[in-house]
C-alpha cells in the first residue's frame, strides 16, 4: 500500500512571492505521482502528475513539481504566486499500473496582497 | 466537453433519514469512483465501477451505504440511515480506464443534523 504526507497544512504566503508545498511518499513499489488543487466549494482538478521519465514535471497555472526517487518526495513550486492561488493542495499517490489513488491531508495555501 | 456532473450540490438531513447523492460522469468514461472527503483531509475511496460493475466496494460501510450504476453511465449512492458521522464530501470521480487520470466533480456537501 502506498501512504503519502504532506509535511505543512497551512502556508500563507505573499502575492508573486515563490511557493512551494512539501509531499513526501511512502510506496513498496514504483508509484505515480499527482497534485490536485481544489479551489472553495470545487472538485479537485489535477494540476500535474508524474508518470516516469522526467523527473522534473510542468503542470496547469504555472505550477511545477521535482519526483526525487531517493527521498521519496514529490516537491510542488511556483515562482510567483497570485491570489487566484488561494486554495488547498493534495498530494496523491498510486502504485504504477493501480487506479487506487491515497491522498494526503491536504495543505492550505492562502495568499495576501 | 462537461465535467463530471453532481447533484445536489449541499443537503442538509436529520439524522437517521436517507439521503441519495448523483452523479453523471464525463461522456466516455467507464470507470466511475465515488469518495468521501472528511473536513481537512483528502478524499477517501468508498467504490469504483467499471461499467455497471462494482469491482472494489471494500472501503463502503455495507450496512448503511449502498452505490448502483445500472446502465453503466450515471450514478447513485445512497445513505440509509443517515449518521451524524456521515457529515462530509461526496465526491464523484471517472475517468476512461482505471489507469487513467481521475476527474473530479464538485462534490455534494452533506451535513447531518
Known amino acids: 500500500a502506498q501512504s503519502v504526507t504532506q509535511l505543512d497544512s497551512q502556508v500563507p504566503v505573499f502575492e508573486e512571492a515563490p511557493v512551494e508545498l512539501r509531499c513526501n511518499y511512502s510506496?513498496?513499489?514504483?508509484?505515480?505521482l499527482f497534485w490536485y488543487v481544489q479551489y472553495p466549494n470545487q472538485g479537485l482538478q489535477l494540476l500535474l502528475k508524474?508518470?516516469?521519465?522526467?523527473?522534473l514535471v510542468k503542470g496547469i497555472n504555472g505550477f511545477e513539481a521535482e519526483f526525487n526517487k531517493s527521498q521519496t518526495s514529490f516537491h510542488l513550486r511556483k515562482p510567483s504566486v497570485h491570489i487566484s492561488d488561494t486554495a488547498e493542495y493534495f498530494c496523491?499517490?498510486?502504485?504504477?499500473?493501480?487506479?487506487?489513488?491515497?491522498f494526503g491531508a491536504g495543505t492550505t495555501v492562502t495568499v495576501r496582497a | 466537453e462537461a465535467g463530471v456532473v453532481q447533484s445536489p450540490r449541499y443537503k442538509i438531513i436529520e439524522k437517521k433519514q436517507p439521503v441519495a447523492f448523483w452523479c453523471n460522469p464525463i461522456?466516455?468514461?467507464?470507470?466511475l469512483y465515488w469518495y468521501l472527503q472528511n473536513l481537512g483531509q483528502g478524499p477517501e475511496l468508498l467504490i469504483r465501477?467499471?461499467?455497471?460493475?462494482?469491482?472494489?466496494d471494500s472501503q463502503l460501510p455495507k450496512d448503511r451505504f449502498s452505490a448502483e450504476r445500472l446502465k453503466g453511465v450515471d450514478s447513485t449512492l445512497k445513505i440509509q440511515p443517515a449518521e451524524l458521522g456521515d457529515s462530509a464530501v461526496y465526491l464523484c470521480?471517472?475517468?476512461?480506464?482505471?489507469?487513467?487520470?481521475?476527474?473530479f466533480g464538485p462534490g455534494t456537501r452533506l451535513l447531518v443534523l
Open positions: 461522456s466516455g468514461h467507464n470507470t
Open positions: 496523491a499517490v498510486s502504485g504504477v499500473g493501480d487506479y487506487k489513488l491515497s
Open positions: 465501477y467499471e461499467n455497471e460493475e462494482a469491482v472494489d
Open positions: 508524474y508518470l516516469s521519465g522526467s523527473t
Open positions: 510506496s513498496s513499489v514504483s508509484v505515480y
Open positions: 470521480a471517472s475517468s476512461s480506464q482505471p489507469q487513467e487520470t481521475q476527474y
